[in-house]
């Protein structure tokens, strides 16, 4: 062993700690010879004995009986106490993760079906009334014996309401109610416009109730509502559905046309 | 049935956070003397040995279940916590640290080490001194003293406390034993220089 090496394990040997049989005595041999480095570790001996005589003068020192209380006193605060968790280490989280992963899931499924769901401002109609006319006979209203509410989905809202110069008065007036029995049976054989509006529209005039009414206008009546006219039967009828209101008043109209066979 | 007292620090320490009062009683008057000690020896001062074990301990109630017995024994996790408020006291109030390698700590060495205190370590003044040399290291080299030399924690357990390898407790003890036969000698660095040279100059020998 040379001085360098002793130099590395002199404290460990003035501290008696563990090390192999065969170190240690050669060790021993080299300080036997060494004088430099048997004053090290004389010197490492004494300053072992110094720290282990510091250790011993405090060992008897603790910390003031005062404190053991104050923190019984707080332990005794429920506040303080936290469970600890049953769950611990790569479980828990794998378990944490798998909850969120369906928690989404869940909730994109929600979301989903709510968005899946008829909109909720489907206006129904009240059993018909009366239908209020002004020149001329009392129209005959359409009954529909079956199918005493009759749904009218969003869809057959005017989805775009283009600037019309509309008279829905004089429209009323004009009207030619002739009677139709059996209205919803000719739905699969007719084609018709969206539902213009006629005169102001209020949506919300038709949350109390409604009425459709099917007449037939004079085919200029299309012009007013920016329709083509075919000059050659300028003179004919045109079927359309007035939508009313439960005050009376034309809100809403569509033309119809009788699909043509093939 | 095991009687509390025979029970380890981790199950007491499970019982504590169950809400287990005798177990949290337990395990304080089984370990509050070295966590005081600690904090006495790396601080100098009673009274933030006081606070740092209370904050010690209140830790323990509030954050205890964030001890991992596969890092270590609760011994070492309680002076690793100590070991942090006790640093946090020296960052935020530089006047807690006791003594400073300064000039006054010097003549106090000279005055007292006449003819050298490693002559006679069992004199109440040089257990003084040595105390005062300990608390005047550098903190990353106090802390292993406190815990290798004063707590006489083995290095593995020093290394679980201060959370670093085991060659790192060892060369740094090694360094703080050279740092401590400076600041005790008489003729401080020097010695050592001097120590250092006549090993080189030996070693060829040798």
């Given at each position: 062993m040379n001085c360098q090496r002793f130099e590395s394990i002199a404290s460990e040997l003035a501290r008696n700690q563990i090390m192999e049989a065969d170190v240690r005595s050669e060790a021993l041999a080299h300080s036997a010879k060494c004088v430099n480095c048997l004053a090290r570790l004389r010197n490492e001996e004494m300053l072992t004995r110094g720290l282990n005589a510091l250790a011993t003068g405090m060992n008897s020192l603790e910390a003031p009986p005062a404190l053991e209380a104050r923190l019984v006193s707080a332990f005794r605060q429920p506040q303080v106490i936290v469970p600890m968790p049953v769950m611990r280490g790569r479980r828990f989280y794998w378990l944490a993760a798998a909850a969120a992963v369906l928690f989404i899931i869940f909730s994109v499924s929600t979301f989903r079906w709510h968005r899946e769901q008829p909109a909720p401002h489907e206006a129904r109609l009240t059993p018909p009334t009366p239908v209020k006319n002004v020149d001329g006979p009392a129209p005959q209203q359409i009954q529909t014996p079956k199918q005493p509410v009759f749904a009218v989905k969003s869809d057959d809202k005017p989805k775009h309401q283009p600037r019309r110069n509309v008279r829905g008065s004089a429209l009323q007036a004009k009207a030619v109610i002739t009677p139709n029995k059996d209205i919803n049976s000719n739905h699969a054989s007719e084609v018709a416009t969206e539902f213009m509006p006629v005169g102001y529209w209020n949506a919300a005039a038709l949350q109390d109730g409604g009425q459709i009414v099917r007449v037939e206008l004079p085919r200029t009546t299309l012009a007013s509502f920016g329709l083509p006219v075919n000059m050659d039967r300028y003179n004919e009828k045109v079927k359309a559905d007035v939508l009313l209101g439960v005050d009376g008043m034309a809100h809403a109209i569509r033309f119809v046309q009788e699909k043509r066979l093939q | 049935m095991k009687a509390k007292t025979d029970l380890p620090d981790s199950e007491l320490l499970r019982l504590m956070l169950a809400g287990d009062e005798e177990s949290f009683t337990l395990l304080y008057r089984r370990r509050q003397g070295g966590i005081y000690r600690f904090a006495l020896q790396m601080s100098g001062s009673p009274q933030v040995a006081e606070d740092v074990t209370h904050d010690v301990f209140l830790f323990l109630m509030k954050d205890g279940n964030v001890f991992d017995a596969a890092r270590g024994s609760v011994s070492s996790f309680l002076f690793g916590v100590a070991r942090n408020y006790v640093l946090r006291r020296f960052r935020g109030d530089h006047a807690t640290v006791p003594f400073a390698d300064d000039e006054e700590d010097q003549d106090f060495d000279r005055e007292t080490n006449v003819p050298g205190p490693l002559d006679d370590l069992t004199r109440a003044e040089t257990i003084e001194s040595v105390r005062r040399a300990v608390l005047s290291l550098p903190e990353k080299y106090r802390e292993v003293v406190v815990l290798c030399?004063?707590?006489?924690?083995s290095y593995g357990e020093t290394a679980e406390a201060l959370g670093c390898a085991i060659g790192t407790v060892r060369s740094r003890l090694h360094r703080a034993r050279s740092l401590l036969h400076a600041k005790l000698s008489p003729s401080g660095e020097q010695t050592e220089l001097e120590s250092s040279t006549a090993v080189e100059s030996a070693r060829c020998f040798a």
């Open positions: - | 030399e004063l707590q006489e924690l």
